[in-house]
């Protein structure tokens, strides 16, 4: 079987285990049905997820233009403290601007390769503790904007990570923590805008992968240095497929990127 189209990152649906789609234009692949399987990847050419041009991808699936010119890759993306559509103050659209950063935002703690604490819409749970190979996570407050939810995070971050270790989430060098005494221990520290929100009582989220082999060594997939790689799927992870050779691919990574994918 062979699909081919432009990469975003993977859709995911909650189960035992996490199953994953690659949606394209034209078509859609559930990519649990290709563990076990020898894949190949072959990248053709880039597309701008915004303009749609063939313009090489700077950062996030966008162009060099794009990328600082859309609301969707502005600042306050990345650094929700930024946010300011709860003043009624523009960054590049402040019609977009509201309609994301004006909805309820969790707090989080999530452990994948160590705890650390992290901002979502409250729409994208647990999508987004899924897309950081998290095992287990847990919600401290909900906010009704993305400020609210910046400086909690902010706050939170002088006392537990806020980064991810790849390489470890990947090789599954990883243990249990107690999610819920770590929300018990850090709720001193949230902001006073913020305590009213702090959720009191919840239990941890466990999430199962479809991983058939972790890597020992990881080898990264890097499209432009290796436009082919064929392997053996072994399991997929956040954003990664996992191969037989230790081969990791982060699809998140190369949105934009045209490909076809060959399934033997």
């Not at 306050?76 to 659209?93: Q, V």
């Not at 989430?169 to 520290?189: G, S, T």
């Not at 230790?246 to 934009?256: I, L």
């Amino acid at each position: 079987m062979n699909y081919e189209g432009v990469l975003t990152k993977m859709k995911t649906e909650n189960g035992a285990p996490i199953q994953y789609y690659l949606v394209f234009e034209n078509d859609f692949l559930n990519v649990n049905q290709l563990l076990d399987k020898k894949v190949s990847i072959n990248f053709l050419k880039f597309q701008c997820l915004n303009c749609g041009l063939e313009k090489k991808i700077y950062r996030q699936g966008f162009c060099y233009d794009c990328f600082y010119e859309i609301p969707q890759a502005a600042d306050w993306i990345m650094k929700p403290e930024l946010s300011t559509a709860h003043l009624d103050k523009e960054d590049r659209d402040l019609e977009y601007e509201k309609s994301v950063q004006l909805k309820p935002h969790i707090v989080y703690l999530a452990n994948s390769s160590n705890v650390k604490v992290g901002v979502t819409r409250k729409t994208q749970v647990p999508t987004r503790w899924i897309d950081q190979g998290a095992h287990e996570a847990i919600e401290i407050v909900e906010v009704p904007n993305r400020y609210l939810a910046g400086i909690t995070e902010v706050a939170l971050k002088e006392h537990v990570a806020d980064k991810t270790n790849w390489r470890n989430m990947l090789k599954n060098d990883v243990k249990d923590e107690n999610l819920v005494e770590w929300r018990n221990k850090l709720k001193q520290y949230i902001p006073d805008e913020a305590k009213e929100y702090y959720i009191e009582n919840n239990t941890e989220t466990n999430l199962e992968f479809p991983v058939l082999q972790y890597p020992t060594k990881l080898k990264s997939l890097n499209l432009q240095k290796t436009p082919f790689y064929e392997g053996v799927l072994k399991g997929i992870k956040a954003q990664y497929l996992i191969f037989e050779d230790n081969t990791v691919f982060n699809v998140r990574g190369y949105e934009g990127y045209v490909v076809s994918i060959l399934v033997s």
